[in-house]
């Protein structure tokens, strides 16, 4: 991609070095234990582990909180763990369960000092990667604004949150184990930058449009909920049995994929920003983190525990969204699950 010259996102928060602070619910943890396990628990059907730790995501869309922790590559399963300690019941029974967060503090740049005091260098890579990450997120605050004025709605955007190691949120704990997430409870979109690296070394996906496209799909979790998509989403999911909510999950993460496809499409149509190659990056990272493809690599199938969509559907939806750069084009809700 050519970002030369491109301007950085304001709405971030770097807490880099800070300390997450005690106490909570700490995905990381879930999602040893998950992989562990390499099966389903409480009566669910979900996953062994993934690669990458089992990126997971935490939805609850009809409790008082309105808790939803999205993450790139997500587990149902890790709900019913994160947010009901491990018990059975259905999504019905978890959606009240999961705390709000309080505020992280100020905008930072360059060196950072946490919580105590110390402060924390970055290198000169990670300093790379800081600044990337804040022009792939002005460049979705530039197409959401846009495509929203076209519907005639006003787009608010989210707000990024990069730490390391471990962050309270508003919908508990969170671990760079789990990869980049989107929290509905506080509107903010988490990035440990170590999560490229992971990328790369774990699941051989690599280059600046795949990296562009895991801050879209969360950014387009947030597109979901300020349309209003995750809260209908949830509240039909919260009255579903396990595999229909797995299903429901599979419809709302292929949305965002599509989402995520279409903001490649208006950036490009706005900047020119996109070089040979780097389609088949995004493309190839949809194969890789297709359920059926991560089942595999950890030595299991287990199709009713599919939350996030085939590597098949996942490059289909994205490339929908890139090929039409219409919103229209992308009601996965609209369409039997066994055509998706």
């Known amino acids: ?15 880099r070095g800070s300390s997450g602070g005690g106490g909570g619910i700490d995905i990381g943890d879930i999602l ?20 990458m730790g089992q990126l997971p995501g935490c939805s609850g869309g009809g409790g008082k909180s309105g808790c939803t922790l999205i993450i790139l590559i997500a587990v149902v399963l890790l709900v019913l763990m994160m947010c009901n300690g491990g018990g059975g019941g259905g999504l019905g029974s978890i959606l009240n369960s999961c705390g709000q967060g ?16 110390q402060e924390y260098e970055p290198s000169a890579e990670e300093d790379s990667l800081f600044e990337f990450t804040l022009q792939i997120l002005g460049s979705t605050e530039d197409v959401w604004t846009k495509e929203f004025q076209k519907l005639g709605k006003e787009y608010h955007t989210p707000e990024l949150v990069i730490y390391s190691g471990r962050i309270q949120t508003g919908c508990g704990m969170g ?83 599509f989402l995520a496809g279409l903001w490649g499409h208006d950036e490009n149509e706005l900047f020119g920003s996109l070089e040979a190659g780097d389609l088949e990056e995004a493309l190839s990272t949809a194969i890789v983190i297709g359920d059926d493809y991560l089942q595999k690599q950890a030595g299991y199938h287990n199709p009713q525990g599919y939350t996030h969509g085939t590597s098949a559907q996942r ?25 998706l």
């Open 1 to 15: 991609m050519n970002l030369k010259g491109r301007r950085k996102s304001t709405n971030v928060q770097d807490r």
């Open 175 to 257: 671990s760079s184990s789990t990869g980049p997430f989107y929290c509905s409870a506080d509107r903010k979109v988490y990035i440990d930058l170590s999560f490229y690296e992971t990328m790369r070394k774990q699941l051989g996906a690599q280059g600046d449009f795949a990296w562009a496209y895991v801050i879209a799909h969360e950014v387009g979790h947030h597109v979901q909920n300020e349309l209003g998509t995750l809260s209908k989403a949830h509240a039909k999911m919260s009255q579903q049995s396990q595999t229909e909510a797995n299903k429901t999950s599979v419809q709302i993460e292929l949305q965002a994929d």
């Open 315 to 339: 490059k289909k939806w994205f490339k929908r969204g890139f090929d039409s750069g219409d919103i229209n084009q992308g009601n996965t809700f609209a369409i039997p699950y066994d055509r």
């Open 32 to 51: 040893g234990k998950i992989g562990r396990s390499g099966g389903s628990s409480g009566g669910s059907g979900g996953g062994g582990g993934l690669p």
């Open 102 to 117: 309080g505020g992280f503090g100020d905008i930072f740049t360059g060196q950072v000092t946490n919580q105590n005091g």
